[in-house]
């Protein structure tokens, strides 16, 4: 498969690229396979364990706790990941390393002031709140909560490392060292006879975050000459938080669309059944996984593309990446059709029931790939409003969804309206960027 992959890759970004471009695109996607791979084998095999071991209802709660973690990482990390990979790019084209300095640090500064409120107003509304769906849990987010920290400032460095155009090692710390701290972690407490105690996952989770934030960090000491400069270090702090607010807020709007369905089962149908949709959306995930390593790795050139006025070889660069993710999320899909009930059944007898809302999310995923990765394109080329209006279109359409299918079609309902969310986004930011940046966004270029 992977081979296949290559030779995919290789042929469509062969159109219309220069040498230069082509070998950085290919490298880094290529690179990005196989970290991402991994991760999906740790990933995977963390969660069928916990699910096998703990039990149903244990996964079921596990999923809802981190869930909702994954939410307050995108108000924790206040855009820092977008902001970075967007403006080092730009200011090491024009030499002020002094700059990639100071936003370095400005960005770690504000993921500290923004964690901590984020920490403190979210543990009084579980503590004190009576919110259901939050409050009943409250003795598990009360140990999560350092772990959104740790993970805000994990975002940091990574998004450093990706800036700076190390992109296959700025994945690393999420996608490697976290897993591995995981289950490593969750060993430590099965040793301990802890392996039906929820809590002890929850923990488990914290250390990994930990871990993952420490490699991370010594990434970035590692490279920290990319910002050594002997002149003074300005600091553009107005035009830094404004773009930072409209990361997050577009950031947040992103990370509720593609979470707020299994919030949703969780709160109407209760946690076993969260467990349940919870598996088919990781499984659907996987579709985006040509997305993430394409998209990833090439994300800097679109900054710089745009800041150089090249627009022809934005459109060839986002064509040929277009291509490229919509092949492999095809052979993914057709991977769930067969496969599906199977790879189901490894969490349990009772997942094979989340074999049609797979089916659903996947063709949801194939459906959207068909024009490209647009979301990240945006951020790169200053259209972050366009791209929270969407967003906020698509909330609206999943929201109502889930509200009028869930009652009656269970996950089967949550998984449609995710679907019809999704290729409603997709379709509205072609048209935008069609209209604003005169990009065609589909496979046919």
């Known amino acids: 498969m992977l081979q296949e992959i290559r030779n995919t890759i290789q042929k469509l970004f062969g159109r219309g690229m ?5 070998k950085f695109a290919f490298k880094g996607s290529m690179g990005n396979a196989w970290v991402q791979l991994v991760s999906i084998i740790l990933v995977f095999g ?30 924790a990390s206040f855009g820092s990941d977008v902001l970075l990979v967007k403006q080092i790019p730009i200011y090491e084209a024009k030499g002020l390393k002094s700059m990639v300095r100071s936003t370095y640090l400005w960005t770690n500064l504000m993921v500290l002031l923004s964690s901590s409120t984020v920490v403190l107003v979210f543990a009084i509304l579980v503590n004190y709140g009576n ?14 909560l350092p772990g ?40 430590f407490f099965w040793y301990m006879g802890k392996e039906s105690d929820i809590s002890s996952y929850v923990w488990a989770n914290v250390f990994a975050f930990g871990l993952a934030l420490a490699y991370a960090s010594y990434l970035v000491f590692r490279n920290r000459d990319r910002m050594q400069s002997d002149t003074s270090s300005g600091m553009d702090w107005k035009e830094w938080t404004s773009r930072s607010f409209h990361f997050t807020i577009a950031g947040l709007l992103f990370m509720l669309s593609i979470r707020l369905d299994v919030l949703a089962v969780g709160s109407l149908m209760g946690n076993t059944e969260a467990g349940y949709y919870n598996v088919a959306l ?10 993430i390593i394409i998209s990833h790795s090439i994300a800097p050139l679109y900054s710089k593309f745009h800041s150089q006025g090249n627009h022809d070889a934005l459109q060839s660069l986002f064509t040929n990446a277009t291509r ?43 459906i959207a790939s068909f024009v490209g990765p647009l979301g990240v394109l945006m951020m790169m080329t200053g259209m972050e409003k366009h791209n929270n209006l969407a967003l906020l279109i698509q909330i609206g359409i999943l929201t109502i969804g889930l509200w009028l299918l869930i009652p009656i079609y269970g996950i089967t309902g949550a998984a449609i309206s995710t679907c019809m969310g999704l290729v409603t986004f997709q379709i509205l930011l072609a048209i935008f960027i069609k209209r604003k940046m005169n990009i065609n966004a589909t496979i046919l270029g």
Not at 157 to 164: D, K, N, S
């Open 18 to 22: 220069d040498a230069s471009t082509k």
């Open 282 to 291: 990781k499984y659907a995930d996987i579709a985006v996984f040509p997305y």
């Open 324 to 366: 490229a993710v919509f092949a492999m999320t095809l052979l993914i899909f057709l991977g769930f059709v067969i496969f599906g009930k199977w790879i189901l059944g490894w969490f349990g007898a009772g997942y094979v029931d989340s074999y049609i809302p797979l089916l659903i999310l996947g063709l949801g995923k194939l």
């Open 131 to 144: 919110i259901p769906g939050l409050s009943n849990n409250a003795c598990y987010f009360n140990i999560s």
């Open 46 to 75: 963390t969660q069928i364990l916990i699910a096998r071991v703990g039990g149903e209802e244990a996964y079921g709660t596990y999923s809802q706790i981190f869930n909702w973690v994954a939410v307050l990482f995108i108000l």
């Open 148 to 187: 959104i920290m740790l993970g805000a400032f994990m975002v940091a460095q990574q998004a450093y490392m990706r800036g700076i155009k190390k992109v296959v090692l700025g994945q690393t710390a999420e996608k490697l060292a976290k897993p591995i701290g995981l289950i490593l972690a969750i060993l």
